[in-house]
């Protein structure tokens, strides 16, 4: 990829991921991807517009979450990684890079899926950080079932729903008296809550949630001059493409888009730098679609 001002057609800016019939083990390591995503690695320059903030992005590890890290930090903010242990490899590496651009970075091993875990993320923010200025809700969990709802087992349901969605409530609910005034809040959620896949019927309810969840808490905590709002990506390459659905999939996945193909990781983070800086001030409840050109209808 080229410098991240320099003028390009967008629609090739990256060249389709070579993943046909790619699979690996879930969660999803990024070395075990044959086509690695580019988290702006190379390429995003801050100017400090998060200068003196502090940060916890849970799913912080790999794919979106490390790209928006990899940002924060060369915006000066300090952060909080949250994953499961199991992605401690990738979660150290992010690490590194957040220590690299000059801001601290704490690794937190959890399963988002205990309201008490949910809970230690945050105290351990204010502990390791000093404070909480801006708490990204990126973790997820999907699973691609072809047969659709009858494929989906409580156990699924359950999983997707406590790591989408109740870990987003409890650790918002959990954050909520350290947050000051200027405080945001940003929550991830997908084009599936208005495009959904019946392969991914449960994955699009909790997306879906994540909107009505944002909306309606935009509302009540405005007064308190603290902000919401979230990010509805498209197709993306990351670690949980391969890891979670079906190889035959793979290979053509995010050519659907009017651009033609998935999208970067390092093409989400600015839209989280925006929401999390003062430049929206005014924004809030609202719902940005980076999606390759495909509408949030």
Request: proline share 3%; with cysteine.
């Given at each position: 990829m080229s410098d991240q001002n320099t003028p390009q057609d967008p629609s090739d800016q990256y060249e389709q991921p070579d993943s046909e019939n790619e699979s690996i083990e879930h969660p999803g390591l990024t070395q075990d991807m044959g086509d690695e995503p580019d988290h702006g690695e190379e390429t995003y320059r801050g100017s400090g517009r998060l200068e003196g903030k502090r940060a916890v992005i849970t799913g912080g590890d790999s794919g979106i979450g490390r790209a928006v890290a990899i940002a924060?930090?060369?915006?000066?903010?300090?952060?909080?990684?949250?994953?499961?242990?199991?992605?401690?490899?990738?979660?150290?590496?992010?690490?590194?890079?957040?220590?690299?651009?000059?801001?601290?970075?704490?690794v937190v091993l959890t399963d988002l899926t205990q309201e008490q875990e949910c809970n230690r993320v945050v105290d351990e923010a204010l502990e390791k950080l000093g404070g909480l200025d801006i708490l990204v809700n990126n973790a997820a969990y999907q699973m691609a079932q072809e047969g659709g709802l009858e494929d989906i087992t409580t156990e699924q349901l359950d999983r997707v729903m406590k790591t989408n969605l109740y870990a987003m409530f409890w650790l918002c609910r959990r954050a909520l008296p350290h947050l000051r005034p200027g405080s945001t809040i940003i929550n991830t959620s997908s084009i599936q809550s208005r495009q959904p896949s019946p392969q991914l019927l449960d994955y699009a309810t909790t997306k879906a949630g994540i909107v009505a969840f944002t909306q309606g808490l935009a509302q009540s905590l405005a007064e308190k001059g603290i902000r919401v709002n979230a990010v509805a990506p498209g197709p993306i390459w990351t670690p949980l493409i391969p890891a979670t659905m079906p190889e035959g999939s793979v290979g053509s996945f995010g050519e659907q888009t009017p651009m033609g193909r998935a999208g970067q990781p390092a093409e989400l983070a600015p839209a989280y730098v925006f929401l999390a800086s003062q430049e929206s001030s005014y924004v809030t409840g609202e719902v940005l679609g980076v999606t390759g050109g495909q509408p949030l209808t």
């Open positions: 924060y930090a060369r915006e000066g903010a300090d952060v909080l990684v949250a994953c499961l242990p199991e992605e401690q490899e990738d979660a150290d590496e992010t690490a590194r890079l957040v220590t690299e651009a000059g801001r601290r970075a704490v």
